[in-house]
């Protein structure tokens, strides 16, 4: 949790009073549900570890002999990642919130959290797909920083979406995380460039098809 905090303290800081955005919109402001973003990124990506520690160390072939099926286990290790990363987000999310860095409703909060537990589910299975497929803890920890990086840094946390260049414009159109973090800004302020019905089916969709790879490839999984 300290990389986000850095971010949100010190680069938020930083950039505040040479930022203005729609209406004066603080950098701190901007940044808030950016940094949110970021740590459910982070936590949800690296879920799927746990499922290789617990190949490494024999784990996962007790539980796979149970009478249980491998698509429950994945759910199980979901939920898991899922409630694991929604508190830590939680804690910045309460913190820019009693900071008045955003104004927000009590729909907005559950609309925020609508969209965290989606960003969270969407990642948590992309990273156990992830793990499904290597053997490592070691590599997969190298893996998922070479992905996440681009992953956040391409999502509009720390920049708006507005008059970027074309190729940069389309990254971060492709980018799932985008449309949270869009969705988010809207729940705690309004300041987002999509329609938050467009946010949430992008988000949606992307974490059918997350979960259904997941699935898949946690089912052919070898226990060792």
Not at 70 to 83: N, P
Not at 201 to 214: D, E, M, P, Q, R
Request: charged fraction near 10%; charge should be neutral.
């Amino acid at each position: 949790m300290v990389l986000p905090l850095l971010f949100l303290t010190i680069l938020g800081s930083g950039f505040n009073r040479y930022f203005s955005y729609r209406n004066n919109v603080s950098y701190m402001e901007f940044v808030g549900p950016g940094i949110v973003g970021m740590q459910l990124l982070f936590a949800s990506m690296f879920g799927g570890l746990s499922v290789l520690w617990d190949r490494q160390f024999g784990f996962l072939k007790e539980i796979l002999v149970a009478p249980v099926s491998r698509f429950a286990i994945m759910i199980g290790k979901t939920v898991g990642a899922v409630t694991t990363s929604m508190v830590k987000a939680l804690v910045f999310l309460l913190a820019i919130i009693l900071g008045g860095l955003v104004n927000t409703s009590l729909i907005g909060f559950v609309l925020t959290l609508f969209f965290m537990l989606l960003i969270s589910a969407s990642f948590v299975s992309l990273g156990i797909a992830f793990a499904a497929k290597m053997e490592d803890p070691h590599g997969f920890q190298l893996i998922m920083n070479f992905i996440i990086m681009p992953i956040f840094f391409l999502s509009g946390a720390l920049f708006p979406l507005e008059n970027l260049p074309y190729w940069l414009n389309a990254l971060t159109l492709l980018n799932p995380l985008t449309y949270g973090i869009d969705g988010m800004r809207f729940a705690l302020g309004g300041h987002n460039v999509f329609s938050p019905m467009i946010d949430a089916i992008v988000l949606f969709g992307f974490w059918l098809g997350a979960s259904l790879v997941g699935t898949v490839l946690f089912k052919t999984m070898p226990a060792s």
